[in-house]
Antibody, heavy 123, light 108 residues
Framework: EVQLVESGGGLVQAGRSLRLSCTAS????????MSWFRQAPGKGLEWVGF??????????DYDASVKGRFTISRDDSKNIAYLQMNSLKTEDTAMYYC??????????????WGQGTLVSVSS | IVLTQSPATLSLSPGERATLSCRAS??????LGWYQQKPGQAPRLLIF???NRATGIPARFSGSGSGTDFTLTISSLEPEDFAVYYC???????????FGGGTKVEIK
């Protein structure tokens, strides 16, 4: 059974940093790209970024709203994906979800999601 | 690419047919997905590449469309189908993933 478990969320002051972890099980983690999303309270879904598998170069892409502040990395030996968040802003307050990426012939979808971890940024 | 979903809210009874729309600001070919989200839960992938059901998704869920206009149809609503539904696309360049604003299917 595929499982994704996020951790590391909490209350943090604006300008500080936080690192989220996503621990995966039930599949060959290293074979898959992984992605992070967020959802502010009562709002819709927002993509944060993703990291490709090592076989696909292990490269990353980010939404413009977080580029330069957030960094996604992975440790395939531990089956963990990370989201390092620096220079946090109050508008980064959201539930953060880790997902596995389903790659089809020409696009990407997100077929398994964790339960989320809540990040609250205070001023 | 901007995805616009309509209606914002759909009020229906169990057993009725639900038709949800997603319109893209430019063509996304056949590369559109649909997700269901219930309160307090993570989203769940329903449909990928416009019309393919994800693993474990019941046959009452179907997707159609191409280019800029897409539809998610729930043929006969079950009590567990009342939720918010999002459409999603991924662009190659600039690399981005976008969602529509969502359609809430509520019990009438």
């Amino acid at each position: 059974e595929v499982q994704l478990v996020e951790s590391g969320g909490g209350l943090v002051q604006a300008g500080r940093s936080l690192r989220l972890s996503c621990t995966a099980s039930g599949f060959t983690f290293g074979d898959y790209a992984m992605s992070w999303f967020r959802q502010a309270p009562g709002k819709g879904l927002e993509w944060v970024g993703f990291i490709r598998s090592k076989a696909s170069g292990g490269t990353t892409d980010y939404d413009a709203s977080v580029k330069g502040r957030f960094t996604i990395s992975r440790d395939d030996s531990k089956n963990i994906a990370y989201l390092q968040m620096n220079s946090l802003k109050t508008e980064d307050t959201a539930m953060y979800y880790c997902t596995r990426v389903l790659v089809t012939s020409s696009s990407s979808y997100f077929d398994y999601w964790g339960q989320g971890t809540l990040v609250s940024v205070s001023s | 690419i901007v995805l616009t979903q309509s209606p914002a809210t759909l009020s229906l009874s169990p057993g009725e047919r639900a038709t949800l729309s997603c319109r893209a600001s430019q063509s996304v070919s056949d590369y559109l997905g649909w997700y269901q989200q219930k309160p307090g839960q993570a989203p769940r992938l329903l449909i990928f590449d416009t019309s393919n059901r994800a693993t474990g998704i019941p046959a009452r869920f179907s997707g159609s469309g191409s280019g800029t206009d897409f539809t998610l149809t729930i043929s006969s609503l079950e009590p567990e189908d009342f939720a918010v539904y999002y459409c999603q696309q991924r662009s190659g360049w600039p690399p981005e993933v976008t969602f529509g604003g969502g359609t809430k299917v509520e019990i009438k």
